[in-house]
């Protein structure tokens, strides 16, 4: 079945998924939730895409969260799919790298998807925040725990007990946004990144994301070290071809023809 609410492209082993509801901001609305736990999935289980891409459709917003107008219609909350809320927040065992492309706004539940991915680059007339609080609500989409865990407690503290939403620039400065710049550079810096990403062994990748989650899960930096052999993507990256391909093509002075696998 063709998607309605989102679109998805893979191209040059990137995936792209885009928000595609642009007259309501990118809300979410339940059948929205089942296309993005869909096309998560697909991307996870395809061995030639390395990397995804989230961006939202229109000029005005990534993800405005929940529909709420969706929520009040169906007169009670139609839970989320398996991967929790827009299938993507609750993915932790997903080591392939994900970038969140902000234009324009990015609030509740659409920070929360901003969050959950591993950069976010941003135009400079981008903002952040979790509003949940003026409308009764929580942001239990892993919002409140992320964010604490990325820019500090203080920081998360003052934005999430406030209800306060943020520009691009102090979501860099905080530390939760990778990069901002100019709109009409947005799509050269996202490539940028894209191409940076890309020239590295994606099975290494792999790896390095997961010792990065599971490090802070280990009782010392010494536990880390020593454990990280045995984590599922770092014992797949040292028996991969592409980790006797990096030095072979060193050697013969070529580009690498990285393979994931």
């Given amino acids: 079945m063709p998607n309605q609410y989102i679109n998805v492209n893979q ?5 792209t998924i885009e928000l595609n509801r642009p007259e309501v901001m990118n ?12 096309a998560f999935d697909a991307f996870a289980a395809a061995d030639d895409q390395f990397l995804c891409v989230v961006k939202g459709a229109g000029d005005r917003a990534f993800c405005a969260g929940s529909d709420l107008k969706a929520i009040a219609n169906a007169g009670r909350h139609m839970g989320y799919p398996k991967h929790g809320y827009a299938g993507l ?7 392939k790298p994900l970038i969140a492309a ?9 920070f929360e998807i901003a969050l959950a991915c591993d950069m976010i680059i941003a135009t400079d007339r981008s903002s952040f925040g979790l509003p949940e609080p003026l ?6 989409g892993g919002g409140i725990h992320r964010l604490a865990r990325q820019i500090g407690l203080k920081q998360a503290m003052g934005m999430v007990l406030a209800a306060d939403r943020v520009s ?8 939760f946004v990778n990069e901002v710049c100019p709109t009409d550079g947005f799509e050269a810096t996202l490539q940028k990144w894209i191409d940076n990403i890309l020239r590295c062994a994606p099975l290494a990748i792999a790896a390095s994301k997961e010792a990065i989650h ?15 052999e045995q984590y599922p993507a770092f014992a797949k990256w040292r028996r991969s071809a592409d980790a006797k391909e990096g030095p ?14």
């Fill in 11 to 15: 191209s040059n082993h990137v995936t």
């Fill in 214 to 228: 599971q490090g802070f899960g280990e009782s010392s930096l010494e536990a880390a070290m020593t454990n990280q």
């Fill in 89 to 95: 927040i609750e993915r932790y065992d997903l080591n």
């Fill in 27 to 38: 809300a979410i609305n339940p059948p929205m939730h089942d296309e993005l736990q869909t």
């Fill in 168 to 175: 691009a620039e102090e979501g860099f400065r905080m530390g």
């Fill in 248 to 261: 072979l093509a060193f050697a013969e002075k070529r580009k690498p023809n990285w393979q994931g696998r």
């Fill in 135 to 140: 409308v009764g609500a929580v942001a239990l």
């Fill in 102 to 110: 902000v234009d324009g706004f990015a609030l509740g539940g659409g």
